[in-house]
């Protein structure tokens, strides 16, 4: 059963990125992220969203090799962008946090209108869990 760092390396490789540069985008060193890929590291929440940003790959594909959790086969991939990974760092959220916040913000867009919204910014995005922390606690 292939394991996050083959993972990682197979979209690394198809995506023609040497390990020096998928390092560089996500903010680590090459011989961290070559241990990772040789299994001879754990990766945590937060190294694993900067590579899956900087692969633009879903975080549940690096975890489960699959996206598919509800086994219908219809679950979309949960791409994170990157002025939220920004955000989240800055505001040290977890994984799961980080995708509560993206599911709040598709959850308030789909009940306005139809019209187009502006991308959020990385402070925009602050924002917003600011205001979420404020109402929930």
């Given at each position: 059963?292939?394991?996050?760092?083959?993972?990682?390396?197979?979209?690394?490789?198809?995506?023609?990125?040497?390990?020096?540069?998928?390092?560089?985008?996500?903010?680590?060193?090459?011989?961290?992220?070559?241990?990772?890929?040789?299994?001879?590291?754990?990766?945590?929440?937060?190294?694993?969203?900067?590579?899956?940003?900087?692969?633009?790959a879903?975080?549940?594909?690096?975890?489960?090799?699959?996206?598919?959790?509800?086994?219908?086969?219809?679950?979309?991939?949960?791409?994170?962008?990157?002025?939220?990974?920004?955000?989240?760092?800055?505001?040290?959220?977890?994984?799961?946090?980080?995708?509560?916040?993206?599911?709040a913000?598709r959850?308030?867009?789909?009940?306005?209108?139809?019209?187009?919204?502006?991308?959020?910014?990385?402070?925009?995005?602050?924002?917003?869990?600011?205001?979420?922390k404020?109402?929930?606690?």
């Open positions: 059963m292939p394991s996050i760092g083959d993972r990682i390396r197979e979209i690394r490789e198809a995506k023609k990125l040497t390990q020096e540069q998928l390092a560089e985008k996500a903010l680590m060193s090459k011989g961290f992220l070559s241990e990772i890929e040789n299994g001879k590291r754990n990766v945590s929440s937060e190294y694993l969203l900067r590579i899956a940003n900087s692969l633009c879903s975080v549940d594909y690096l975890l489960r090799g699959t996206t598919d959790v509800s086994g219908n086969g219809t679950r979309e991939s949960i791409v994170i962008p990157a002025e939220l990974s920004e955000a989240a760092e800055k505001l040290n959220l977890s994984y799961a946090q980080t995708v509560e916040l993206l599911e913000h959850s308030v867009i789909a009940k306005r209108s139809m019209k187009q919204s502006k991308p959020f910014t990385r402070e925009d995005w602050v924002a917003l869990h600011k205001a979420i404020q109402v929930f606690g």
